[in-house]
């Protein structure tokens, strides 16, 4: 089962872009899209910066250990950040959706200062496989509820095609 | 030195992120309460609305249903008129800045 949260989640990022391309095809809201498209881009750029932090893993592991968690606690921050700001500055109205996925971003947030403090601040070291299948489970739960938010909104949009 | 910057750093960086998502849900919930109180308090306009259009239908394609007709979507306009100055002025009430619009009404003044 960890083995399968581990793999799945290195394709999340697909289905989260397949999602907001199926969400297109109905009147889905803009708080929606937008904050779907923001988690995309966030969730790449991570993705991007995760093997420089590896990097720097290899030349100085006491470095590397001491910013990996602020930095994914920063970039969490800067997306839920975005989210507000986009929301505030267009009025748009704060869809279901998006109030989960701002909640998973929260929980990330969390769970990286909870495993911090374990590590860094404690080292007490016993947080590790809480972190290491729980960071990906909050990811697949935020995707699985876009996924389903995109393919409910597709059918929904398509049964009142046929009413009308 | 070095730890107490960075615990600082991601510490902050968590309460910035709790800020962020409390302004956002709560916005949102304050918003639908509000209009949930301003919907309950013209209930009664409401429901002679429903009445109006009841009546409306009553009358097949006679010249009181237009008459009627009429009638109704003033009614509306000024109901839905109604109700969005309420809400607005509830928001500037509640001090909720994170809304600057709501209909066609410009908070931000």
């Known amino acids: 089962m960890g083995t399968f949260i581990t793999t799945l989640a290195e394709y999340l990022w697909v289905l989260c872009i397949c999602s907001l391309l199926l969400s297109l095809i109905w009147p889905a809201s803009k708080s929606a899209r937008v904050t779907i498209l923001i988690l995309a881009l966030s969730g790449l750029a991570q993705d991007k910066i995760a093997p420089l932090l590896m990097d720097i893993s290899e030349t100085s592991p006491e470095l590397a250990r001491l910013i990996w968690y602020p930095s994914w606690v920063i970039c969490q921050t800067l997306t839920l950040g975005v989210i507000w700001f986009a929301h505030r500055k267009f009025v748009w109205a704060v869809e279901q959706i998006t109030q989960f996925i701002c909640l998973s971003l929260m929980m990330h947030s969390f769970l990286q200062v909870l495993r911090f403090t374990d590590r860094v601040v404690l080292g007490t070291d016993v947080l590790g496989g809480i972190y290491k299948y729980g960071i990906p489970a909050i990811n697949i739960a935020a995707i699985l509820a876009i996924c389903l938010w995109a393919v409910s909104g597709a059918f929904r949009y398509r049964k009142e095609l046929e009413e009308c | ?109």
Not at chain 2, 69 to 83: C, K
């Open chain 2, 1 to 109: 030195m070095l730890i107490f910057v960075v615990c600082a750093i991601t510490f902050s960086a968590l309460l910035l992120s709790l800020h962020f998502y409390m302004r956002l849900i709560g916005s949102s919930k304050a918003l639908n309460i509000i209009e949930e109180q301003v919907a309950a308090d013209m209930q009664i306009r409401a429901h002679q609305l429903c009445l109006l259009a009841y009546e409306a239908q009553r009358f097949g394609n006679s010249r009181e249903k237009v008459a009627l007709d009429d009638e109704f979507q003033d009614f509306l306009h000024l109901y839905i008129e109604d109700y969005q100055a309420e809400v607005a002025k509830k928001i500037k009430e509640h001090n909720i800045n994170e809304i600057s619009a709501y209909g066609f009404i410009n908070l931000s003044k």
